[in-house]
């Protein structure tokens, strides 16, 4: 909402883990008008309850939903990119296996190509260099700090 002076009409990519930050966008973005665009790999997708609400959610504020498998149809026209983090706290005897499903999921300058030419990257740190390169996550259009700096004050 600071970058772009409001929420209405913006298409969010989430890229990633169907993990409770992807959930939490998915039982707010309808509501605020936001248009929502989710690729997870297969057996990664987000909570069934959390998707039909979703759906009904995006239905009752004319908003677009898309489940995907595929980045780039995921990214295509998108205004926001957002990922988080593969291995959740947890997980982490489930490295190699989640590595492995993940792949081609990593956000690049070629995931960005397809999104809208204002796009803009988040991320809810800490990032992993999986998940997102150097020159996207270092890039002007990478908004993580200020992200980081606007969580710290609903701390």
């Not at 309850?49 to 990214?75: C, F, H, M, W």
């Not at 070629?110 to 809208?116: G, L, R, V």
């Not at 390169?133 to 701390?155: C, G, H, M």
Request: aromatic share 10%; glycine share 6%.
């Amino acid at each position: 909402q600071e970058h772009y002076g409001g929420l209405k009409g913006l298409t969010i990519a989430w890229v990633g883990d169907g993990n409770n930050v992807l959930q939490s966008f998915m039982t707010s973005a309808a509501k605020l008008g936001m248009h929502l665009r989710i690729a997870t790999p297969r057996g990664f997708e987000p909570d069934l309850r959390i998707t039909k609400i979703t759906e009904q959610n995006s239905k009752e504020y004319g908003t677009k939903l898309l489940l995907t498998t595929d980045p780039l149809e995921a990214a295509d026209s998108a205004n926001v990119l957002v990922t988080d983090t593969w291995i959740s706290m947890g997980q982490e005897e489930k490295k190699k296996e989640r590595l492995k499903a993940f792949q081609g999921y990593q956000i690049t300058m070629q995931t960005a190509k397809s999104a809208a030419s204002n796009w803009t990257f988040l991320h809810c740190l800490p990032r992993k260099p999986e998940e997102v390169d150097d020159e996207v996550f270092y890039s002007p259009q990478s908004l993580v700090f200020q992200e980081a700096e606007n969580r710290k004050w609903t701390i």
